[in-house]
């Protein structure tokens, strides 16, 4: 549970919230893992009602489910599998749904100085509200969870090659299709079309 006693951004006077998660988890001890995971998040910000003109704090929240299996298949292949859903609703406001599938691919092979990771996902939200954030591989040094929201298809390809003990490359590409529009982002990251191509490399030298 958390207030916050002063303005931020969003919220024109002070604020408060809470936010609960349980998760469930089963190991069945022979390379598979799943879980089950519930989010729930209330906070409040400025709201204009319907046939009213004065802004009131009024308040939202967001239920998130999560359920992925995890199968480790020695000594090279790791699969996961993910479900997420989103609930979206606002006090006296709109609801809004999404909900992505994804599958992740990972291999490491023991007799190579190689490692790859494949991310398949296919999201559909009905808008940015119910946007879904998900975890995927990225070169080192580099976090990546990005957001996703609408209708369409990411893919992402990442891997890291050791060429000599102190010399090492990694890359990224990564694939984003939206079925839903024909301009993707704002101002200086406007881009026009369906399509958004990421590309990471980096090449790493251990004195």
């Known amino acids: 549970m958390f207030r916050f006693p002063w303005l931020k951004y969003g919220v024109d006077s002070p604020s408060s919230g809470q936010e609960y998660m349980v998760q469930l988890d089963y190991n069945s001890g022979k390379n598979f893992l799943t879980y089950l995971r ?18 009131y704090i009024l308040s939202y929240s967001g239920h998130r489910f999560r359920l992925q299996f995890l199968y480790d298949m020695q000594p090279a292949w790791v699969f996961k599998t993910s479900a997420d859903g989103v609930y979206y609703d606002e006090q006296k406001g709109k609801q809004s749904l999404g909900w992505m599938i994804s599958q992740s691919v990972g291999w490491k092979p023991s007799t190579l100085p190689f490692q790859s990771d494949l991310y398949v996902a296919y999201f559909h939200t009905d808008d940015y509200y119910s946007r879904i954030s998900s975890y995927e591989k990225n070169i080192l040094y580099a976090f990546s969870m990005p957001s996703f929201y609408g209708k369409g298809i990411r893919v992402s390809f990442s891997f890291r090659w050791d060429i000599v003990k102190k010399l090492s490359v990694s890359a990224k590409l990564a694939h984003t299709y939206y079925a839903d529009r024909d301009v993707i982002g704002t101002d200086q990251e406007e881009i026009e079309g369906h399509n958004k191509t990421d590309i990471y490399l980096l090449l790493r030298w251990k004195f």
Do not use: G, I
């Not at 519930?38 to 802004?55: F, G, I, Q, W």
């Open 38 to 55: 519930y989010k729930y998040r209330e906070k409040e910000k400025n709201r204009t009602l319907e046939d009213k003109s004065a802004m």
